[in-house]
């Protein structure tokens, strides 16, 4: 098991050189020059050179993007060409926002995914299979953008109940929350669904049952214990994954969150903080995974052995 995590951590080097040097090129390659929207639009063009050269904006593409990684290496992400900070430091006074983003919408994925999932097993092809299962593929399909402008002109604009946007009091989590959670609750539903239909079919529920045993006890007791293993690994992907996706329902709801700083670095080009955000994401997404694949291992001994 230990040789498998350090080889998970030693694949995660070029996971995130290759990252980097894809973002790295796509920063390059877009219009518009730094030092130029740092002095502004009228800046003289010798002041512009002169900051290009400081900046090293100067030097070949490799060269730029060698020394980026070089000072990765020392923890030195650079400053943001906008705000003048170290990136690092305001990736981590970010990330907060993002985390309790991420958590709130995971709390609402899993309060309506497993219970309705669980339901939907039980009552396989009944009304409420039907309709849930249909809920969770408009779920999945729904576009996450388009979702939370509906939201907020039925909530926000028409009934006047919730706010629009930012962090300033527990109610403005709410639609945030619910925009993010919908597409993980629809993927965990079907998840958990599938799971409970496999165990309930197999023997060992068929002779609880023919045992008299009470039907509330073998579904919570003996099938949802066994399916619950496929659904807690499906939960530590898609949280995971909503820490590093969040960057549609930041930026709609205005959420103070890495994702939303992420686009305004974009649309500054913002060279260090755009980096130094997607390694930050990247990394944080593979820790999550190597977490959920050792939680797992632990969970079921049967998959330990895959590990060596």
């Known amino acids: 098991m230990y040789k498998y995590i350090v080889r998970r951590l030693l694949l995660l080097i070029p996971v995130l050189l290759g990252v980097s040097l894809l973002v790295f090129t796509i920063m390059s390659l877009t219009p518009g020059d730094p030092a130029q929207l740092i002095l502004g639009e009228n800046a003289p063009r010798e002041a512009i050179e002169q900051l290009r050269v400081k900046m090293g904006l ?39 926002a993002t985390l309790e983003l991420a958590l709130s919408a995971m709390f609402v994925a899993v309060g309506i995914a497993i219970p309705v999932g669980i339901l939907s097993a039980t009552r396989q092809y009944s009304l409420l299979d ?32 919730l706010p629009s946007g930012g962090n300033e009091t527990l109610k403005s989590l709410i639609l945030p929350s619910i925009t993010l959670g919908t597409m993980t609750a629809a993927i965990i539903t079907r998840m958990t669904r599938s799971s409970m239909l496999e165990v309930i079919r197999q023997d060992y529920i068929r002779t609880a049952r023919a045992k008299g045993v009470k039907e509330n006890i073998v579904i919570r007791k003996h099938a949802l214990k066994n399916a619950l293993i496929p659904i807690v690994t499906v939960v ?21 969150g890495v994702g939303r700083m992420m686009v305004d670095a974009i649309r500054q080009k913002d060279t260090p903080t755009v980096l130094a955000s997607v390694v930050f994401l990247a990394s944080t997404f593979s820790f999550v995974n190597l977490i959920v694949d050792i939680l797992y291992a632990y969970i079921d001994p049967r998959i330990k052995s895959q590990y060596r």
């Open 236 to 256: 530590g992907l898609q949280f995971g994954g909503l820490l590093g996706g969040a960057v549609l329902t930041e930026s709609v709801y205005s959420w103070p």
């Open 58 to 96: 100067d030097k070949p593409f490799l060269v730029q993007y060698l020394r980026f990684v070089w000072n990765a290496i020392h923890g030195d992400f650079g400053t943001s060409y906008t705000t003048g900070r170290e990136v690092f430091k305001e990736i981590f006074a970010r990330f907060p």
């Open 130 to 161: 039907n309709v849930s299962m249909i809920l969770a593929l408009v779920g999945v399909s729904m576009p996450v953008f388009w979702q939370g402008l509906m939201l907020i002109l039925l909530f926000a604009v028409k009934l006047m109940l």
